[in-house]
């Protein structure tokens, strides 16, 4: 429940919103409905004038995700809206319409809606996964493209995430000796921390073509205070970055940040900057300095970028925020795939030697519940719906991932849905901790309990 505090500034922000926000039916989108038969916009729940339905999502304790598709699920719809102020946000859980949307409409629903989370963690949109279409997006497009997604840049970093491989069955097998509980051969390690900290491993070594900010574990082979940091700090702005923020849809409201959502990013931001600015300003001088003539990884190739004129394609608030954002896209989805994989196979012993699981993991416990969302530059219709000019467009990586529709007994984990082979940064993950240990719940489990969605930390090694 909200104190009566946040409520007294929310109906005051609301009364501004009244006073000084004007409807956005214009005459040329009674037009285009006009010209489209008199299209209805998708099934959602009914909403208030003005505010929408803010106010189902404030006074719910559950996650908002968690109330989109409940929702739809009421309604037996596989495409909902559901108004947030001025805002129409709607949310997609069938393949077929994604489609639609992403391939078919993509001219359409490319650019990506602004947010706080965003705002912060691009250094005020100067990357590529989080900004609105323009011409930074296209040069940062160009520039990834050219030197971090290329199949030259794969082979070149194959053999630092294969080091992190290696080094990832060292650190479990130093903490498992180390933890051995009283001499019969059993050691709890903490999973999500160590597949966590392999992910910022290999960001780092990457990215900077290090393993540790400082001296790491004791050991050498584990994170230090600041590896944690750094890590933690990447995650919590992953956690923030298309959360619900009052002030997203109420921009009225932001100077006041009632939740706390912008301080959070900030702080979080802050920390994973005093770890990778400095070392990207050493490096840009040694480059500068004469000290550098060959890369060795992807800081040195966003360094060497350059323009048509031999001048540097990149400022230097460009690279270091690319390099952020791409540790932000390393970090989440091997150790969130690899720590479900992990439950769901510690479960079902039996299928604990197909690598298959990694697909299933990502379709059955998607890192996220909805992917990186789109908005609509210009009225369109998608699955015969009319969708307002500006409307948010969340495809459900959960929804999809679970529709009965397109998946036979689609809670079931089962692997053999997915065959064939893959040298990605998590199958290489997983298939150490497959073959290099045995793994089976904490004492006095059974089970890992899967229902909440919750993942317990702990998991036994078994030697």
Not at 128 to 141: L, S, T
Not at 414 to 443: C, I
Request: aromatic share 8%.
């Amino acid at each position: 429940m909200l104190d009566s505090t946040p409520v007294f500034v929310f109906i005051l922000g609301l009364l501004l919103l009244t006073l000084t926000m004007k409807r956005k039916e214009t005459n040329k989108t009674m037009i285009f409905i006009c010209h489209t038969r008199n299209l209805s916009l998708p099934p959602g729940p009914k909403s208030w004038p003005l505010i929408g339905n803010l106010p189902e999502i404030l006074g719910r304790n559950k996650p908002v995700f968690r109330w989109i598709h409940s929702l739809m699920k009421e309604l037996s719809t596989d495409i909902a809206c559901i108004r947030l102020a001025n805002t129409h946000v709607i949310s997609v859980t069938s393949p077929r319409i994604a489609r639609e949307i992403l391939k078919k409409q993509d001219s359409v629903f490319a650019t990506r809606p602004l947010t706080i989370g965003t705002e912060h963690c691009s250094r005020g949109y100067l990357t590529i996964a989080v900004d609105p279409q323009g011409e930074q997006w296209k040069k940062m497009r160009r520039v990834v493209a050219s030197h971090v997604t290329s199949k030259k840049s794969f082979k070149l970093m194959l053999e630092k995430r294969t080091e992190e491989a290696d080094n990832l069955v060292r650190y479990i097998n130093n903490r498992s000796v180390k933890n051995c509980d009283n001499g019969n051969g059993l050691s709890v390690i903490d999973l999500r921390l160590v597949l966590r900290q392999y992910s910022g491993n290999v960001a780092r070594k990457m990215m900077f073509g290090i393993r540790h900010f400082g001296k790491g574990s004791e050991d050498g082979s584990g994170p230090g205070f600041e590896e944690i940091e750094h890590v933690e700090s990447l995650f919590t702005v992953l956690t923030h970055l298309y959360a619900f923020a009052l002030s997203d849809y109420v921009p009225w409201l932001r100077f006041l940040d009632l939740e706390g959502h912008e301080k959070v990013v900030i702080d979080a931001m802050r920390n994973v900057s005093k770890y990778n600015d400095p070392i990207v300003d050493e490096r840009l001088m040694q480059w500068r300095n004469g000290n550098m003539k060959k890369p060795q990884d992807f800081l040195d190739m966003f360094i060497m970028a350059k323009d048509t004129d031999g001048k540097p394609t990149l400022s230097d608030e460009e690279i270091k925020a690319q390099v952020t954002e791409l540790m932000l896209a390393t970090v989440d989805n091997p150790s969130n795939a690899a720590e479900w994989a992990m439950a769901e196979m510690i479960n079902e012993p039996s299928i604990m030697q197909k690598a298959a699981c990694v697909k299933e993991a990502f379709r059955l416990h998607p890192v996220a519940p909805f992917n990186l969302p789109h908005m609509s530059t210009a009225y369109a219709v998608v699955d015969g719906y009319f969708i307002p000019k500006g409307s948010h467009m969340l495809i459900s990586r959960m929804g999809i991932g679970t529709n009965p529709n397109v998946w036979d007994k689609p809670l079931k984990f089962d692997p053999e849905r997915h065959l064939g082979n893959n040298k990605t940064m998590t199958y290489m993950l997983l298939a150490r901790l497959v073959q290099g240990f045995t793994w089976s719940p904490v004492p006095g489990e059974s089970k890992i309990d899967l229902s909440l969605n919750v993942v317990s930390e702990y998991s036994i090694i078994i030697f």
